[in-house]
Each structure stands twice: as structure tokens, then as C-alpha cells.
């Protein structure tokens, strides 16, 4: 069974930082792409980044420069370290895993809280 399980998340100012993580169970993790996305209230859940099993990295325009992905393929985890947040990023982050294989399977963990006061 696969399992995704996010940690980090909380309150901070704005121009504060905070780092999520993502530990992934249950797959082998290190051929697959993994991301972050998130969901604001009332809003469509959205990409925020993502990592394909090569290294390459995809960021949301709103994030650029603010946001940085990594992960570590031995401890099966990925990383959201961000940074100069705003009031705009408050939302629910979810890790999402999207297997190599065709079709492509998502997986997803049960999200963190992420909430920027002004």
C-alpha cells in the first residue's frame, strides 16, 4: 500500500520560511516524479513544483525564486523548503507522487496546513 505523509506545515509571518516533507512508503520511490501542489479555499488545487526522477524541477510562476525542490531518493522523501512567504501562499499543501509506468498512476498524502499571516 502506498502511503505519502507531509510534515511542516504551520503558521508563520510573512517573509518567514518554512520546509515541508513528504516520506513516501509502500514503492520504490526513486523512478517516479514527485511534487508538491496546493488548495486554497474556494480555489482549484494547483502544481506548486515537482521533480522528475532525473532532477529536473517545474515551478508555479507564483513560487519562482521563493520555493525550492529536492529530494532524497534513499530516504524515499521530497522537500518544499520555502521561503519570503506571503499572505497568497496560505493553502493546504499536498505531496503527490506520479508513478513512471504507463498509465501513469497519482498518489497523494492527506496534506499539511500551510497559513501566512500578514
Known amino acids: 500500500q502506498v502511503q505519502l505523509v507531509e510534515s511542516g506545515g504551520g503558521l508563520v509571518q510573512a517573509g518567514g520560511s518554512l520546509r515541508l516533507s513528504c516520506a513516501a512508503s509502500g514503492i520504490i520511490f526513486s523512478p517516479n516524479q514527485v511534487g508538491w501542489y496546493r488548495q486554497a479555499p474556494g480555489k482549484q488545487r494547483e502544481l506548486v513544483a515537482s521533480i522528475t526522477s532525473g532532477g529536473s524541477t517545474n515551478y508555479a510562476n507564483s513560487v519562482k525564486g521563493r520555493f525550492t525542490i529536492s529530494r532524497d531518493n534513499a530516504k524515499k522523501s521530497v522537500y518544499l523548503q520555502m521561503n519570503s512567504l506571503k499572505p497568497e501562499d496560505t493553502a493546504v499543501y499536498y505531496c503527490?507522487?506520479?508513478?513512471?509506468?504507463?498509465?501513469?498512476?497519482?498518489?497523494w498524502g492527506q496534506g499539511t496546513q500551510v497559513t501566512v499571516s500578514s
Open positions: 503527490n507522487l506520479e508513478t513512471a509506468w504507463a498509465p501513469p498512476e497519482h498518489y
